[in-house]
């Protein structure tokens, strides 16, 4: 079911055409597959949200590809032990592409799915909170990794908006404390070296292990736990259906690999649906 990738002499633009070709012809079955399932379970990583300009980390434009040495921001040792890189942190969170961006047409076709009954559960390693902003009910989605619209405290654990903390580094706190015991407040993102929430990921293993398709879109499915859950589902006898870009170390195990424009092949997936 996978894309076949020409391997003599035929042009680049040529091998291009057939595998794009190859792609559609497997969206159809795919699309056949999602009207047969009764539990679908959905995985999606960073790469459904760039076509809502929100760049990636491992894709072609993505932030590490571009800089690698922004990983850092993404460690919780790094950030307890370095003030300085705290304050580039907020800085950068300033910045982030999520508080003005809009979900997008693969975020919408994961509403359709939902709406048609057949969604066990939509698990998101994003934190950009585009899922529930385009209609997917916050009961169905899991935040693996949390979410960048909240603060936490590294101390007690409080919790505020997001807002709150930007808006008090815009009136020039570089590094705001928590106002409750001092500590330190970081998004309520999951960095390296930060367990999840063993609830949070109890229920995304449970609802891997009871579906019967298993869909991974736009994560190059190399952040674990995360990137066990297609696993599970095929240990259980689910079809894997993968929509990325690029290949990923599980395209070996799936029903079928789709590397097309997520935007463009999620609706015509669910188009069928009722
Ligand atoms: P990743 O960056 O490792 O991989 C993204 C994959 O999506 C890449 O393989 C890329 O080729 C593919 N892709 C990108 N745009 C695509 C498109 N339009 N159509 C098809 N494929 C596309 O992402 P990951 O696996 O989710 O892991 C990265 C970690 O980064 C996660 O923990 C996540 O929390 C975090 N992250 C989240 C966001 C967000 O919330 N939007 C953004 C960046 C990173």
């Known amino acids: 079911m996978q894309p076949n990738h020409a391997t003599q002499a035929d042009s680049q633009a040529d091998s291009q055409a057939d595998s794009q070709a190859d792609s559609q012809a497997d969206s159809a079955v795919v699309a056949a597959w999602l009207t047969d399932a009764t539990d679908v379970t959905v995985l999606t990583g960073a790469g459904i949200s760039t076509e809502s300009g929100i760049p990636d980390f491992r894709g072609p434009q993505g932030l590490w590809t571009r800089d690698p ?3 850092r921001l993404s460690s919780l040792p790094d950030y307890v032990a370095e003030p300085q890189l705290r304050r580039r942190a907020w800085q950068s969170r300033q910045q982030h592409p999520a508080w003005s961006a809009e979900p997008n047409a693969g975020h919408q076709a994961l509403v359709t799915l939902e709406r048609s009954g057949r969604l066990r559960g939509l698990l998101t390693q994003n934190i950009d909170g585009l899922h529930q902003r385009a209609g997917s009910a916050p009961t169905t989605v899991i935040e693996l990794h949390g979410t960048i619209w909240e603060v936490e405290c590294l101390g007690c654990g ?3 908006p997001m ?3 930007l808006a008090r580094v815009d009136d020039g706190e570089d590094d705001p404390a928590c106002l409750r015991c ?3 407040l970081k998004s309520a993102t999951v960095s390296f070296g930060q367990p999840l929430d063993p609830d949070v990921i109890r229920a995304a293993e449970r609802a891997a292990r009871e579906c019967d398709l298993f869909l991974a879109v736009g994560t190059s499915l ?3 736990p995360a990137a066990a859950l297609p696993r599970v589902a095929v240990g259980n006898g689910a079809r894997l259906v993968i929509v990325n870009a690029e ?5 070996g195990i799936a029903n ?3 590397r097309e424009p997520i935007g463009g092949v999620l609706p015509r997936l669910v188009a069928g649906l009722r």
């Open 247 to 251: 290949p990923t170390s599980y395209d």
């Open 222 to 224: 190399t952040v674990f």
């Open 182 to 184: 001092g500590g330190i």
């Open 69 to 71: 040495a922004a990983q």
């Open 158 to 160: 409080d919790r505020q």
């Open 256 to 258: 079928a690999v789709l």
């Open 163 to 165: 807002t709150t903390a």
